[in-house]
């Protein structure tokens, strides 16, 4: 019975553009009135309203749980607890905690010796790109100074939903694939900014160019491929390459 | 001066909050839980009526803030809004029928504490029992699904990212999140 009423791909990710604020004003409008007179979608839109509610709820409180936990104990936790479930409930914390040291001191360990020479020089020589001025009086560009305060903020997952979502509609744009690029790698994802910064290599007049050459060599560090990092800085000279260039030998 | 500065750090707060920042929730979190802890400790409460009540009431205004419902008039705010919210909701529960059940039927301190585990399991989550029942069901689901719903909807990944750890494209990822979406909606629907 229900089942008639259920929703399609294409009615998914219009609502939940609608839902999360990142429809641009046309759209809004329109989808806005056909809503007004849509029973089915409004009901729809309730729906999805309520499933994605579900899901972030639910991720919210197992985090709540792991928030707890860290409490450390203090007095004040132990006023009026029955003994029993307090000795029971330490002793298991303390398993935890001695489960948690030695898990950390093996991740440790084992980061330590997998980190590589170029993973050193990544972590050496990056620093995020400190992006573009904000200020509110250009409108024309909101979306995309939007997702550059999150930028700022190094909240990078909000940052490039956003623009890879602008990116659709402009993909040669080179601010959005220069920012992205930095982005991922900020994030630690090397491939991923590899491609976005190879994008502005046909490109040549773009003020990101020089940037973005440096950024992506680091890139092809971070993904272990110093060799083709060396051919990269060697074929684009400026001083900050040839710094990143006496590292790698 | 200083109280704008102030306000505007409220303003940044809510907006963290908005985005899911885990650091910010944490510390959110961390920071209120001993008032509120004594609180209901002083008031008949035990140490899991404490947690439960505090996660509820977190949880609330988490919900507020994403709705708008909430705006920070001075410093402080959303930090009181926090205890009040849990102060109120441990009076309700004092009030409610199912507390004052427990002490007709068991004069005072002599509740175990087994019981007073699943008097506080039946109190009442977010914004209902629906809501309930629909986050059981998902937690019952399989882990790719849930992963991968939790990734884009709480920690707002983007899909490209999801695609590329599950290595897969992203139309697969995307197609692969609306199946999801799909199950959930069913098993909510037609529970069992």
Redesign the interface.
Known sequence: MDTQHTFTIEQLETIERYLDHTMDAGEKVQFEAQLAKDTSLQEKVAEIRFLIETVETAALKSKLERFHESIKDSKASLIDAPKRTLIRRRSKSSIYAIAAILVVAFGVLYIMNAETSSEKLFAKHFIPDPGLPTTMSNTSNFDFYDAMVNYKRAEYDLAIAKWEKLLREKPQNDSLQYFLGVSYLAKGNGSLAEEYLQKLSNQPNSIFTNDAIFYRALALLKSGKAEQATQLLKANPSERNAKLLLDIK | MGERQHIEKQFQIIE?IK????FV??KL??DN??KV??HI?KNNG??PHA?DIY?EA??AV??NVKDDKFIPQSETAIQGYLYQIAKNKWTDFLRSSQYKKTISLHPLNTV??EEIESETENLN??SGV??QD??SV??DMGDSCKQL??QF?????????IA?TLGIDEASA??KK?RC??K???L???PN
């Open positions: 963290a985005n899911n920042n885990e929730l944490k979190y961390q839980f001993r802890e004594m400790l035990t140490i947690k996660q977190f949880i988490w919900k175990s504490s989550w977010t629906l809501m629909a986050m998902f937690n719903l939790m909807y709480y920690q707002k990944k983007s899909m490209r990212e590329q995307r197609n609306y979406m799909q959930l909606r069913r909510v629907k037609t």
